[in-house]
């Protein structure tokens, strides 16, 4: 049984970037949806799709790599564990690596990066950190 999806999805990112594999596959959950969404969106990751099989969801990640084959991930880290919950005021989390690198952010207004969260005023869980 896992106890972490997030941390597994994270992992598998990180391994297919490795290994310069085009493709991955994920378990789904709708709080790793948010943060491949997020990734994503700030150019971390090409494009996600979310395949249905019954009644078993799937997201497919496409890596995405610079014109020297390299990730466009450095490093991808979970902060916050089932263990160990990390919160973060809104003043902590207004930048992350010097504006290079992004915090994934459970706030009350759903999950967001930092730099929106910070922009909205609001605080939360900080799940995983990305640059």
Not at 89 to 112: A, C, H, P, Q, R
Request: aromatic share 6%; with cysteine.
């Amino acid at each position: 049984m896992m106890t972490d999806i997030i941390a597994d999805s994270l992992t598998r990112i990180r391994n297919a970037a490795q290994r310069r594999l085009d493709v991955t596959t994920l378990l789904h959950a709708n709080s790793v949806e948010a943060i491949v969404s997020i990734l994503v969106n700030k150019g971390y990751l090409e494009s996600y799709t979310v395949n249905e099989d019954g009644n078993k969801k799937t997201i497919s990640v496409v890596i995405k790599y610079d014109e020297n084959g390299r990730s466009m991930i450095n490093e991808i880290k979970r902060i916050s564990s089932p263990g160990r919950r990390i919160h973060k005021g809104k003043d902590e989390i207004k930048s992350f690596k010097n504006g290079y690198g992004t915090l994934v952010v459970s706030t009350s207004k759903g999950v967001l990066p930092n730099d929106e969260a910070y922009k909205l005023g609001v605080g939360g869980e900080v799940m995983c950190s990305v640059w």
